[in-house]
């Protein structure tokens, strides 16, 4: 066993900015130095010497004074909101989203353009074009920008420059990422369900474990482990959509059979039909029979998938995408068909349905920058 180094006095010192940082935005609120300090049970003169390096940082605001009766008025501290932010840009095989969002995870810009991908250096020179465009137009200080967050659907390999799979995409065999380079900020370029899952997961600070599944066209999902994205050995981890749930049915997108994703795909409920996911879930109210049957069995699958996941992992398991917002109505009925499929724990109380939006994946492709951003403080 090897003993623990002291720590650096450098060290010592970054960590205490970090608590001092991490308790001010826990709270959002002003809050006057006595308050922090009995929090933090950190003396004085070492938290004025932290909030004075915030400060200099620009992360703190020490301006405003309480409204006391009487005497000296105390000096209030304050985290700023927008001291820092970082972009998100969320790609698919049609159209393009963007999204600043601040360090207290608030969408302070959004935009949405119809662009059909190609994994080129002349659309990468658009995208780049764009995110200047909406910095300008949003008027956004690029000082303040940490980076932008690129996320698409597919398999991205270790080195963050590789699409290893991303049939929705027409990758299908590894290639070089060609489309970032001309982007000239810090770059990182992630799989959509893991950014989708991360942003929840960091709204959630009780939430240490997790597991995500993304209910869209594409089925995907993302771990939180102990406060940590697990990603896999070679960044595959939590690909649920590929579970295998009837060997020999259904083709899948990835060639196999039988996958998750070739039954619970919003395209079962919407492209398959002709209609759309609105269309299906008002005709499934008005009784229509087609929507019955094939919502039962989509009802029937997910149910098998997501005890699947959680017989594995032992933790909540959030269900996000776009059929998420449908399934409230269904919680009885869904838990009810786990607590019967999972006779070890009997149990179905681990369900999270997550509210998400369409901005869902470009704000948590962004929250991975302020994550690091905050971590490294
Ligand atoms: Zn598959």
């Known amino acids: 066993m090897c003993a623990h180094k002291p720590l650096s006095t450098v060290e010592v010192r970054r960590q205490n900015r970090n608590r001092v940082y991490r308790q001010l935005t826990s709270l959002w609120e002003p809050i006057t130095k006595q308050e922090l300090a009995a929090r933090l049970s950190m ?45 998100g840009a969320e790609v698919t095989s049609s159209d393009l ?3 600043a969002v601040n360090l207290r995870q608030e969408t302070v810009a959004y935009q949405k353009w119809d662009l059909p991908f190609s994994n080129t250096e002349a659309y990468g020179t658009e995208l780049a074009q764009r995110i200047e465009r909406f910095l300008d137009e949003n008027r956004l200080d690029r000082e303040k920008l940490l980076g932008v967050g690129v996320t698409l659907p597919g398999i991205i390999g270790p080195d963050q420059s590789t699409i290893e799979y991303a049939p929705t995409m027409g990758v299908h ?47 995907g999902g993302a771990l939180l482990v102990e406060g940590e994205l697990y990603d896999g050995v070679s960044h595959r981890a939590a690909e649920f959509g590929h579970l295998c749930l009837h060997p020999g049915g259904r083709l899948c997108e990835c060639g196999r059979q039988g ?45 098998t998938g997501v005890t699947t996941i959680h017989t594995i992992l032992d933790c909540p398991v959030m269900i996000g ?25 009997g149990q179905a109380d681990f369900l999270i349905f997550c509210p998400g939006s369409s901005r869902s994946v470009c704000i948590g492709a962004a929250t991975r920058f302020l994550y690091d951003f905050v971590s490294r403080l």
């Open 321 to 345: 995408g776009s059929v998420s917002q449908f399934l409230p109505p269904f919680r009885t009925q869904l838990e009810s068909r786990i607590r019967e499929l999972d006779p070890l724990s």
């Open 97 to 99: 989203r963007m999204a």
């Open 259 to 303: 996958c998750l994703e070739a039954y619970c795909s919003s395209a079962r409920l919407s492209d398959d039909l002709g209609i759309s996911l609105e269309t299906f879930f008002q005709r499934l109210d008005q009784g229509d029979e087609q929507c019955r049957s094939v919502w039962h069995n989509y009802l029937e699958d997910l149910a």
């Open 173 to 219: 065999t590894s290639v070089s990422c060609r489309f970032t380079r001309a982007i000239p900020y810090p770059t990182r370029l992630d799989n959509d369900a893991n950014c989708g899952g991360f942003g929840e997961w960091w709204n959630r600070p009780a939430q240490q474990s997790m597991a995500y599944l993304s209910l869209s066209r594409g089925v």
């Open 43 to 87: 003396s004085l003169p070492t938290l004025s010497q932290n909030l004075n390096e915030l400060a200099e940082m620009g992360l703190i605001d020490r301006s405003v004074t309480t409204s006391s009766t009487g005497g000296r008025r105390p000096r209030l501290i304050q985290p700023l909101a927008d001291a820092r932010f970082a972009v």
